[in-house]
């Protein structure tokens, strides 16, 4: 680990137990995220993004979710293993998250005003009267009027209440920002609205970003990394000029493939045939091996791990060689 690590995740496992199923969501995922430096997350539905994240900040959902193994670490301190007391400090103030469901993050017995301000005071020390202002401001910053200060989540649109989640995430200018699909249920231009408004936060304050999206369109616009999950783990991941540029996984390829070209008259997407793994039942080995094209006898008994294939490029595939 070197200076410029923010975070890095250890080989994670996280699993849900249910009555019904016991889910393997995170399969040994690595990660790490330098200071500065935004990251894009993706992967098909289910593939574990809003888990990892959530691990991030102790917030996995209870009692079905569980860390199993591995470790994280914010600034060379391990977070799995802190207080509770700790991690709030770190929560908020220096890792902040958008949910991909405002309504999970916002209680609907106070005014949006009183929420944000809380976050703020919370601390920042200042009276109301300044956290109001500084409300204002953040409020007008994702598009909506400072005056609906004092209204109620609920007489929000899902639009603006998302923009309001983002007002919170972004309140105390944290080190690291993660958002899960921050902007899926927005129209396009208040999309636009918001990744300039992303844009602005990491030009400006150096903020960090892990930013978990199916679209890909977002992270080559905002993001300097990708990393792609696969059930769990992430089979590929570097610059986003060399990984969509030069996509060397099979998976990597497919999601590639499903992007609907905008001259070409193909409007359906190119869906990647096959199955999605499930967190009930991950296939051994390679865990895309029933779905892949070049797959080999190893490739079904074996995980292969990630090995560097340029400078800013890796990839986990028995397929590839390593670069000398
Ligand atoms: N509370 C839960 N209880 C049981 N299983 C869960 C729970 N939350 C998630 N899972 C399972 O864990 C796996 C990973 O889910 P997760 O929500 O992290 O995926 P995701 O990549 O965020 O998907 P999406 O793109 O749909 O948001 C899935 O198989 C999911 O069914
Ligand atoms: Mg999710």
Redesign the pocket.
Known sequence: MDNNTLLEIRNLRVQ?T?ERAV?N?LNGLNLTIHKGESMGLV?E???????AALSILNLL?QP??KITGGDILYNGKFITRMSKRELMDIRGNKISMIF?NPLTSLNPVFSVGEQIGMVIRKHERCSRKEADVKVQALLKMVGIPGGRLHDYPNQFSGGMRQRVGIAAGIALNPELLIAD?PTTALDVTIQAQILELMKQLKTQYDTSLLMIT?NLGIISELCETVSVIYAGRIIESGTVKEVFGAPAHPYTRGLLGAIPSLEGKRERLHAIPGKIA??NNVPEGCAFHPRCERCRECCKKEIPQMIKISLNHEVACFCEKEAE
């Open positions: 849900y249910t889910g969501a992967g539905t289910g593939a574990g993004k809003t888990t959902p079905a979710g991909q699909e199916h499930s967190a």
